[in-house]
């Protein structure tokens, strides 16, 4: 029962054992991998509670890949609030550091602080490259772990990249692949306006650019005119 094991985890949240609750939410999910509720849990505690966004990334993209149809606008909306939210730590964490207006290449400080900064900056230039299929036969999947490793690899971090996340790219690439993904019936103009409430409630120019990117495809869509 996925109440029980909700309980469990507020036991275990309680414990501030983070290895304990990483554990339980791993059972809970193998048995449970249909829930959404239970994975967007998961990822929260780990960016929220465990301070890892890449970790709630990776939770995020496999809950997507296990929940399909409809069922997945949640998960796309709260995944782009995630990201969201990762930003602006990141900014505030720039402001404080005084890093706005200072060449980062000079400061080993600034190396170390921007580590999220560079991740998002990756996650952009990855996104570029092609795909494999997640239905790919059992038999190849030796070849896919290779390729995945591949994938996963340290990428060089462009100062271009760097710049389009800081201005919002990756809650942009989300709510793209949302729109690209979910069925038409899914897109309704209140899914629109979710992904436009949550942006609208962040600063300048993070806002302005995150909100004009949904609007810009709002406009273009064909499918609001039944709602």
Request: aromatic letters at 6%; hydrophobic letters at 35%; one cysteine or more.
């Amino acid at each position: 029962d996925v109440r029980l094991w909700m309980q469990y985890l507020d036991f275990c949240v309680q414990t501030k054992s983070g290895k304990l609750v990483s554990k339980t939410f791993s059972r809970a999910l193998q048995m449970h991998s249909q829930n959404a509720s239970l994975w967007l849990r998961a990822a929260t505690w780990e960016f929220q509670e465990n301070a890892n966004i890449t970790s709630a990334r990776m939770l995020m993209q496999r809950a997507l890949r296990t929940i399909k149809g409809r069922r997945a606008a949640e998960l796309y909306v709260a995944y782009f609030r995630l990201e969201m939210q990762n930003l602006l730590k990141v900014l505030q964490r720039r402001k404080v550091l005084g890093l706005e207006d200072k060449d980062e290449a000079e400061s080993e400080e600034a190396k170390d602080e921007t580590a999220e900064e560079q991740d998002a900056a990756g996650m952009i230039q990855l996104e570029k490259k092609p795909k494999q299929a997640d239905d790919d036969a059992e038999g190849e999947e030796g070849e896919e772990d290779e390729e995945e490793e591949e994938d996963t690899a340290p990428v060089e971090v462009n100062e271009a990249a760097r710049q389009q996340a800081l201005r919002g790219a990756v809650p942009i690439i989300v709510f793209q692949a949302a729109v690209s993904a979910l069925p038409r019936s899914a897109r309704t103009r209140q899914f629109y306006e979710s992904f436009l409430e949550i942006a609208e409630d962040y600063p300048d120019p993070l806002s302005t650019n995150v909100c004009k990117s949904v609007r810009e495809t709002m406009l273009k869509s064909d499918e609001l005119g039944d709602d």
